[in-house]
T-cell receptor, first 115, second 112 residues
Framework: AQKITQTQPGMFVQEKEAVTLDCTYD???????LFWYKQPSSGEMIFLIY??????QNATEGRYSLNFQKARKSANLVISASQLGDSAMYFC????????????FGKGTRLHILP | KAGVTQTPRYLIKTRGQQVTLSCSPI?????VSWYQQTPGQGLQFLFEYFSETQRNKGNFPGRFSGRQFSNSRSEMNVSTLELGDSALYLCASRRGGRDTQYFGPGTRLTVL
């Protein structure tokens, strides 16, 4: 069963608009971590933001914020004021503490920022 | 602090050959994970090494193997290459199991 689901294979957004990338996850563990990574066309995976399952506040890192809704098992990434350089593939990932901290990834969302 | 480095960056091999990829983690990081990324299958976990011991393993055939040295550097070996092994191989390191994982630039392997 797929544990990380990213339902948007691709998105087109106008520059300067806010973007929400969806991610839902499936786990029976109480302790887990959620990550978002960005992969530009160069191929390197860039860490963006992390949310722990026990964190009460939504994580924020500059223009990135994670909309964490634990009961719905969703961890959407919000990018404010999008820029052309945000065009990339975005991956949601989960670490399950009771699975030897193994990290699994969703299939990704390709984001295109339009000028 | 230097990031994760991978060598070589690009590699072309023929079917049946074997290949060894190398990954040097961020200084102080004891965990190294390997992933295979293809357009069809996405990002798939191969294995993770922590303090020279394999900690986790994905669902890949035995042709894929790895090891980690005492300085935390890791190598991944693929024997008897198949066309389907053409992929971007990404290495990632983290200090410990509960820490954030940082990726290297990847090795792009093409099997002809």
């Amino acid at each position: 069963a797929q544990k990380i689901t990213q339902t948007q294979p691709g998105m087109f957004v106008q520059e300067k608009e806010a973007v929400t990338l969806d991610c839902t996850y499936d786990t029976s563990d109480q302790s887990y971590g959620l990550f978002w990574y960005k992969q530009p066309s160069s191929g390197e995976m860039i860490f963006l933001i992390y949310q722990g399952s026990y964190d009460e506040q939504n994580a924020t890192e500059g223009r990135y914020s994670l909309n964490f809704q634990k009961a719905r098992k969703s961890a959407n990434l919000v990018i404010s004021a999008s820029q052309l350089g945000d065009s990339a593939m975005y991956f949601c990932a989960m670490r399950e503490m009771n699975r030897d901290d193994k990290i699994i990834f969703g299939k990704g969302t390709r984001l295109h920022i339009l000028p | 602090k230097a990031g994760v480095t991978q060598t070589p960056r690009y590699l072309i091999k023929t079917r049946g050959q074997q290949v060894t990829l190398s990954c040097s983690p961020i200084s102080g990081h004891r965990s190294v994970s390997w992933y295979q990324q293809t357009p069809g299958q996405g990002l798939q976990f191969l294995f993770e090494y922590f303090s020279e011991t394999q900690r986790n393993k994905g669902n890949f055939p035995g042709r894929f193997s790895g090891r980690q040295f005492s300085n935390s550097r890791s190598e991944m070996n693929v024997s008897t290459l198949e066309l389907g092994d053409s992929a971007l191989y990404l290495c990632a390191s983290r200090r410990g199991g509960r820490d954030t994982q940082y990726f290297g630039p990847g090795t792009r392997l093409t099997v002809l």
